[in-house]
């Protein structure tokens, strides 16, 4: 059984910053992929950055210099650094993991809300 279990959101005055965490627990270390998403009501889920194992992480556009990934494999912990933020930073963030093991596993957190008001 893997969980990823998540903390860190809360509610910020614009500009100011939040660090989520993502803890894996269960049959996975080290995952290949671990990545963040977000989603607004009403809207799709949309990848926020992801950082793979080995290689280059990825930002969305929107995000860009403000926000930060990182993982701490020792840990099986992913980060997501949140500075400089705006109020349509507002929205539900996600961890997400992908894994492959003869095939391709996916798992999801429980979802931490991120609301940027003054």
């Known amino acids: 059984q893997v969980q990823l279990v998540e903390s860190g959101g809360g509610l910020v005055q614009p500009g100011g910053s939040l660090r989520l965490s993502c803890a894996v627990s269960?049959?996975?270390?080290?995952?290949?992929?671990m990545a963040w998403y977000r989603q607004v009501p009403g809207k799709q889920r949309e990848l926020v950055a992801t950082?793979?194992?080995?290689?280059?992480?990825n930002y969305a556009n929107s995000v860009k210099g403000r926000f930060t990934i990182s993982r701490d494999d020792a840990k099986n912990t992913v980060y997501l650094q949140m500075n400089s933020l705006k109020p349509e930073d507002t929205a539900v963030y996600y961890c997400?993991?992908?894994?492959?093991?003869?095939?391709?596993?996916?798992?999801w957190g429980q979802g931490t809300q991120v609301t940027v008001s003054s």
């Open positions: 997400n993991v992908r894994h492959f093991r003869s095939r391709w596993y996916e798992y």
């Open positions: 269960g049959s996975i270390f080290r995952p290949n992929t």
């Open positions: 950082m793979p194992s080995v290689g280059n992480t």
